[in-house]
């Protein structure tokens, strides 16, 4: 088990990096440029190219690049139970943690259920109006925390990478 844990652990430090990375880079990107944007628009095609947003990004290449750090972590975290190594495991829980909670739980508990408003209503109504005007605050600001969390699990996770592959001890 002891072989197993110490084969798998750089290259689930390696994949959690690069995954918290492109999730929070993808993130950054509506924060910074996509939502602004969208707010420009005249509400229904905001709404509706939001709408039609929230439907292809349900595909493998983004589920695996959300949800791969966050099955990392979780694997790194157990793998600690098996071999503790105090100078990376600060960082690789408090990575893990903050890709779980900061990531994960505010995509499902944050702008999920925004999408799922969103979803409902039709873009040239005046409630989709209404609603727009508010999801576009809302879904940006859980959008800016969860991509603070992403970047710094990816920051943390990187760290552990190094301690991992040797270049500091």
Do not use: C
């Not at 628009?41 to 990004?57: E, H, K, W």
């Not at 972590?73 to 495991?89: K, M, N």
């Not at 900061?102 to 995509?107: E, N, P, Q, R």
């Amino acid at each position: 088990m002891m072989t197993i844990v110490e084969n798998l652990r750089l290259p689930l430090i390696l994949l959690a990096t690069v995954g918290s990375a492109v999730s929070g880079g993808i993130f950054f990107a509506f924060s910074t440029f996509v939502m602004h944007a969208l707010a420009k628009l005249p509400s229904a095609q905001g709404i509706a190219t939001m709408q039609s947003i929230n439907i292809t990004v349900i595909n493998p290449w983004f589920m695996a690049a959300f949800f791969a750090p966050a099955m990392a972590g979780v694997l790194l975290s157990v793998s600690l139970l098996f071999q503790w190594q105090p100078t990376i495991a600060v960082y690789l829980l408090t990575a893990s943690l903050l890709y779980l909670v900061g990531t994960i739980g505010v995509t499902v508990a944050g702008n999920v259920p925004l999408n799922d408003a969103l979803a409902v209503v039709t873009p040239t109504s005046i409630k989709g109006s209404t609603l727009w005007s508010q999801y576009l605050t809302d879904w940006t600001f859980w959008n800016h925390v969860r991509t603070a969390a992403a970047l710094l699990a990816a920051i943390l996770f990187a760290i552990a990478l190094r301690h991992q592959s040797g270049f500091i001890t």
